[in-house]
């Protein structure tokens, strides 16, 4: 949203004496952000209004060379113009030699110089509507009104002379704010010029005075004899509040000033375009108001409703009617679109757009000018459905207030000049003026401030709130004031206007209690540091969703995601069931980037369709940790039983795969029960899908089902014994078929024994060397460990030593048929 | 004899003059002894030199400029990394949590009325619209916002508030907008959340535990600034600024917006069976990638959940 400080400085005078930088500032910390300043003198420097005294055309060229009268004292100035329109006699604004184009100001900033054109030297140039960034018209060079007035810098009213600056005479001596408006979202009055410059006042301290703001509400003696020639029929007043309307005889036509003029201007300092007188006005009381009103014409009006007088009805459209915009479109209509109909044939989309069927045009004789207030949410829905972001709609869709439909209706009407044949209201529930009962106590106890009744008070008032009482005050919300309720609504408007930044900051009072360590978060932070630390892991981050491809090659049931209906891309449609597919589509990245070595992880969120819902019906989420490496299984177990030890699990079992998760290897891949763990080889048919040609690892843990599992003590100082510690190698020949975990767990079972036939006490360690077969035999295996072990009591001696080895060779040879070699 | 020899001789020699102090006059004593000083230390740098020659003499030199020997494999260091974003996040959490704060999870799926209508966003309100949600077919949404958080937080916590305490808690969380992504746009990314509750909470307080937070989390004096904002579930709201740190640049000019917050409203209390007229709070949410790409002078937001190594080494 655009704003000129004149005309802010024109509602508020107060604000004339302050810096514009302490203004901006103001504006920033207690109304809404101000995102940009421009300068509109600097953009419009160098332009000035001129008498072409004569225009001769060049031979044999569109151009014509011009002498224009500047009042310079070396006398006239000659330009070189190409416009059809330039004739002697007439007022231009010429753009000096120095002159930026106010078109291309602030991006290429085209500076303008003396140059030739057909040999003629031009001065600078004649500009059109465009090139002065005031419209989009192209067809001639702006033409000035030879009387056109002006108020001086002392304040008298005077004709333009040639040589004036432009930006004098049309008040650009101006700066813009444009406001980053998403934060006023609730504020609907804040979207006129009176709404925006009221808040200024009550920002600066002083009374907005409403008298500045022109708006006067009819007689009801004239609604009253005025209404024959229109009738209004609200269906629903849920969906119009207030429509109010004028029938208007245009007696001296809708002809447009040939001449800039200075609505031309208003409109393009906020954005928008003169396009015809009507259009204009409407437009201009909107920007003032924020109030958007709409033109039919009249006698088209009536001719679709098959009727002699206008009768309007509001009512909701039905599925597929179908109606055609004045921008040419023509719409499918859906039930929840608002209708304005003539004796219920469609004429407009509802605070959207107008109908083509009753366009204002050149030989329009009477208006009806439509002045009402919407539903916001319908309105809402209709932006989206029909994507309609029209100045107005935006506004509508902000809620504006059903008090003014009627004072800006008449603003318009004495505005166009034309004879009122009709005027009707209709309001079916006028609004009420909520009235809040508040404390100062209420305040500063929010706030944490000490501001005093009288402070208060006159705050608010200052912006139209009507006070009574002192301590406890009735605070009365101004009609435009339709976000005003409870008392917090009150405290926000005292807090803001004295300015937040003005309140002293404080701590709250609280007993010195820990706060509670979340036990799943910090086994994130421990997990996080094994992998990334201690096992050269890297962490990564993928996206949450993914898609029903991704599910389909890795073996996942799509069926079972939860679907995003209004996804961006089919590569993020399903909520993930686990962490290791994603993971595998960056491992495949980083393989064809280069990296050949390295283990990636993630901890995240993932759910399935056919898990239970929490209390609240919300499905109930898994905190996953999911681990890939590039390395075969036992690379990958290593990892695993490294990370599951640091957390203190230091037995595990791994047996033969569940297939909880469907793409890993069945006879590469294994399950540990507690914790519960999957882990294996990425099936090669999976891996083709990556098209990733190596052997690809990976484990998955739910953490939320880990952390239950942890033991209490996660650390515990390894057991040392005072006396030497004997190490012994052993290898023992089994058959291949028996499992490495029966053979080393027959020497544990028969180093426990030997511990407690002797009294030993005994601490040990059993640790795998290698496991060697025979290529040309593989019936048999060689197994080798390292043995060391001590007693905590004694030294041992040789005949304990060997008495224990005999009990290891006994066991090996009676439980898994081992040989020791 | 070798040149180590020889000083080691000629500084045994020099020990003995010192005996002749006690015969010189008491004047001429001072001077004395710091001749003999300057002599010691003379000889004692030529020992120390001596002794280093001969040690390089005696070894074959390497080129230490080199990152390996002539040919010697370049030496490889395997290591891991940390994702910024969740080292960032961790570090937040962690002065939360010196504070006094709880910390708890958001989830990644939820509901109308967690995004919604708990936050006191009226039903069909365009505000919903907004927030660019993702739905799943059944009505789920993957949370815009880690606001979703707050009734199931104060509802958690109520029973501190009935104890005489107060709720204090961080809520961190990932979030989603159905938004396209570019440089300075991801539809994933993290927020942190705050929410606190007691008996006389007020604004003033609010802005202190935040201005602390982030004179916490910069390590210096911060001016802090507000920008009226509006969140249905907050009034007053405001956007809060502060002064651009050292460690980021600042000069004491420019201003970084870093989060929305302000004090919960009566509604928001309302529903999670807390009475307003009897406590009142605040509470904030603002993102984490933010803090991240400030840190690290990152001007890419797509890094984050692009999983390339080539990114992911430099943390």
């Known amino acids: 949203m655009k704003i000129s400080l004149n005309e802010i400085k024109k509602l508020v005078p107060e604000a004339v004496d302050i810096e514009v930088s302490e203004l901006i500032k103001l504006i920033g910390s207690r109304l809404v952000e101000v995102e940009e300043k421009i300068d509109l003198s600097k953009k419009y420097e160098g332009a000035y209004i001129v008498k072409v005294v004569s225009a001769e055309p060049i031979p044999d060229t569109h151009l014509h060379l011009c002498k224009i009268d500047c009042r310079k004292e070396d006398g006239l100035v000659q330009v070189v113009c190409g416009a059809p329109n330039v004739r002697a006699g007439m007022f231009a604004i010429w753009l000096a030699p120095g002159a930026v184009v106010p078109q ?172 015809s007188k009507i259009v204009d006005i409407t437009n201009y009381l909107m920007l003032m108001t924020g109030q958007p009103l709409h033109a039919f014409d009249y006698d088209k009006f009536v001719k679709v409703g098959g009727i002699d007088n206008a009768k309007i009805v509001v009512r909701l459209a039905t599925d597929g009617e179908e109606l055609q915009l004045l921008d040419g479109k023509t719409i499918k209509c859906n039930k929840n679109d608002i209708l304005i109909t003539s004796n219920n044939v469609p004429v407009a989309l509802a605070g959207a757009m107008g109908g083509a069927n009753t366009e204002i045009d050149v030989s329009t004789k009477r208006v009806i000018l439509e002045s009402a207030t919407f539903s916001l949410y319908n309105l809402r829905k209709t932006q989206m459905a029909h994507g309609i972001f029209s100045e107005a709609i935006t506004r509508f869709t902000k809620g504006q207030p ?23 209201d209709c309001y079916p529930e006028p609004a009420k003026q909520d009235v809040v009962k508040i404390t100062t106590d209420d305040i500063n106890g929010l706030l944490g401030t000490n501001y005093d009744t009288e402070t208060i008070t006159r705050t608010l008032e200052n912006v139209g709130f009507e006070i009574e009482g002192n301590k406890e005050l009735v605070v009365k919300a101004p009609v435009w004031r339709t976000d005003i309720h409870i008392k917090e609504d009150i405290i926000e408007e005292v807090g803001r206007l004295l300015g937040y930044d ?44 993914v898609s029903r491809k991704l599910q389909e090659d890795v073996g996942e049931n799509p069926a079972d995601s939860y ?22 589509e960056k491992t495949r990245d980083n393989l064809k980037a280069g990296y050949h070595d390295f283990s990636l992880y993630e901890i995240n969120q993932v759910t399935k369709k056919s898990y239970n819902f929490d209390d609240d019906g919300v499905p109930v989420l898994y905190t996953h940790l999911g681990f890939v490496t590039t390395g075969d299984f036992y690379e990958m177990k290593a990892k695993l039983v490294l990370m599951l030890n640091e957390l203190g699990l230091r037995k595990l079992t791994f047996r033969a795969s569940d297939g909880h998760f469907p793409y890993f290897e069945p006879a590469h891949s294994a399950t540990v029960d507690t914790p519960h763990v999957c882990c294996g080889e990425i099936k090669a048919k999976v891996l083709k899908r990556f098209k990733i040609e190596q052997t690809i690892s990976a484990f998955e843990i739910d953490l939320s089902q880990l952390v239950k599992e942890l033991p209490d003590t996660s650390a515990k100082m390894p057991e040392l014994s005072k006396f030497p510690a004997v190490e012994r190698d052993l290898t023992v020949k089994v058959k291949s078929e028996i499992a490495f975990s029966k053979v080393e767990g027959a020497i544990l079972e028969s180093l426990e024994k030997a511990s407690n036939a002797e009294n030993l006490d005994l601490i040990f360690k059993v640790i795998p060397v290698s496991i060697y077969q025979k290529i040309t035999d593989d019936s048999s295996r060689n197994i080798s460990f390292h043995l060391e072990f001590s007693s905590q009591k004694k030294t041992l001696e040789n005949t304990e030593i060997s008495a224990i080895m005999k009990t290891i060779q006994e066991s090996v040879e009676k439980t898994v048929g081992g040989k020791i070699v | 004899m070798s040149n180590i020899e020889e000083i080691k001789k000629k500084l045994k020699a020099l020990n003995a003059e010192y005996a002749k102090i006690k015969n010189i006059a008491l004047e001429e004593r001072k001077a004395f002894g710091i001749k003999l000083n300057e002599k010691r230390s003379e000889l004692q740098r030529e020992l120390q030199e001596a002794i280093l020659t001969e040690e390089t003499e005696s070894i074959e030199k390497i080129d230490i400029t080199a990152p ?6 370049i030496p490889e260091i395997k290591r891991g990394s940390h994702h910024p974003l969740m080292m960032e996040l961790r570090r937040v959490l962690s002065i939360y949590s010196h504070m006094g704060f709880n910390i708890m999870e958001a989830q990644q799926l939820d509901d109308e009325f967690h ?126 600024l502060i002064e651009k740190p050292k460690t980021l640049g600042g000069k004491g000019d420019g201003w970084l917006e870093m989060l929305g917050c302000g004090m919960i409203h009566p509604n928001v209390l309302k529903m999670a069976g807390i009475n307003p007229e009897k406590y009142k709070g605040f509470a904030w949410g603002g993102g984490i990638d933010r803090l991240v790409m400030l840190k690290y002078g990152l001007n890419d ?11 992911l080494k430099e943390f």
């Open chain 2, 68 to 73: 390996c020997a002539p040919n010697q494999k």
């Open chain 1, 502 to 545: 003005n309140i002293l900051i404080d701590y709250p009072v609280r007993p010195f209690i820990g706060a509670e360590e979340d036990s799943l978060l910090q086994l994130k932070n421990k997990l996080e540091d094994v992998l990334s630390d201690k096992l050269a892991a890297h962490e990564i981050l993928t996206y949450s969703f």
């Open chain 2, 301 to 311: 937001v797509r890094y984050f959940e692009s999983g390339k190594l080539d990114f």
């Open chain 1, 563 to 584: 679907e995003i209906v209004n996804s961006i891309s089919p590569e993020l449609q399903r909520f993930r069931q686990s962490i290791i597919p994603s993971l595998l």
């Open chain 1, 104 to 275: 291309t100001y602030g991006e290429e900033n085209f500076k303008l110089d003396v140059r030739k054109l057909r040999g003629y030297e031009s001065y600078g140039m004649l500009a059109g509507l465009d090139e002065m960034d005031l419209g989009d018209d192209h067809s001639g060079i702006v033409e000035i009104n030879p009387h056109q007035k002006y108020v001086n810098e002392n304040g008298e009213t005077c004709e333009v002379l040639p040589g004036d600056s432009f930006a004098k005479v049309f008040e650009l001596n101006d700066i813009i704010l444009d406001i980053e408006n998403k934060s006023l979202t609730h504020r609907p009055d804040t979207f006129g010029l009176i709404g925006f410059a009221r808040e200024v006042a009550g920002i600066l301290g002083v009374k907005f005075n409403e008298e500045n703001a022109h708006l006067a509400c009819f007689k009801n003696d004239i609604i009253n004899n005025n209404s024959e020639s229109i009738s209004i029929d609200i269906e629903d007043s849920d969906i119009c509040k207030r429509y109010s309307c004028a029938v208007l005889e245009m007696t001296d036509g809708l002809t447009d000033d040939k001449f800039l003029t200075e609505m031309d201007v208003f409109l393009a300092k906020a954005g928008m375009r003169g396009i």
């Open chain 2, 115 to 240: 995004m919604f209508e708990s936050l006191n966003f009226p039903e069909g309100h365009p505000a919903r619209d907004g927030y660019d949600t993702f739905r799943t077919a059944e009505g789920f949404i993957p949370p815009a916002h880690t606001s979703t958080m707050q009734h199931r937080a104060l509802k958690r916590y109520k029973k501190d508030l009935e104890n005489g305490g107060q709720i204090a808690v961080v809520i961190p969380g990932r979030v989603f907008r159905n938004e396209d992504v570019d440089a300075t746009h991801e539809h994933t990314f993290y927020q942190c959340e705050g929410v606190y509750v007691g008996k006389d909470t007020t604004f003033a307080q609010m802005l202190g535990v935040l201005k602390n937070f982030f004179e916490a989390y910069y390590g210096q004096n911060l001016n802090i600034k507000t920008q009226p904002g509006y969140f249905p579930f907050t009034e007053p709201s405001v956007e809060l």
């Open chain 1, 402 to 424: 059903a008090f003014q439909t009627m004072p800006v209706l008449e603003s318009a009407v004495n505005m166009l000049g034309g004879k009122v044949t009709g005027i009707a």
